[in-house]
């Protein structure tokens, strides 16, 4: 039964870069075929898909946030981050992993993800 948690920061000044982990359990991030992606939801809002990383390590960002965000993975630890840089207010979120068994895409379709952490409020202010 695999396993996703994510961890960080839960507080984050205007300008600085959101730092997150997620921790797999029970399953490889290296295992055919599966893609490891980040999602998040601001208050009063959908989710909004911001990359992923693949079983091969290829890495695919959502629009609107491919200038600001990166994200890599650690095979030996069985890890993925996610760094999203220069955060406003507006990126205040609360920020989930998960894991789907298809190329994921920039419309989040929340069934479409067979695993998800139990997510983390980041919140940016000074």
């Known amino acids: 039964q695999v396993q996703l948690q994510e961890s960080g920061p839960g507080l984050v000044k205007p300008s600085q870069t959101l730092s997150l982990t997620c921790t797999v359990s029970?399953?490889?991030?290296?295992?055919?075929?599966?893609?490891w992606s980040w999602i998040r939801q601001p208050p009063g809002k959908g989710l909004e898909w911001m990359g992923a990383v693949a079983y091969d390590g290829s890495i695919y960002y959502g629009p609107s946030l491919k200038s600001r965000t990166s994200i890599s993975r650690d095979t030996s630890r069985n890890q993925f981050t996610l760094q999203l840089s220069s955060v406003t207010p507006q990126d205040t979120a609360v920020y989930y992993c998960?894991?789907?068994?298809?190329?994921?895409?920039?419309?989040?379709?929340?069934?479409?993800?067979?695993?998800w952490g139990q997510g983390t409020q980041v919140t940016v202010s000074s």
């Open positions: 998960a894991r789907s068994p298809h190329l994921p895409n920039s419309i989040v379709d929340r069934y479409g993800y067979d695993s």
């Open positions: 029970g399953g490889s991030i290296t295992a055919n075929y599966y893609y």
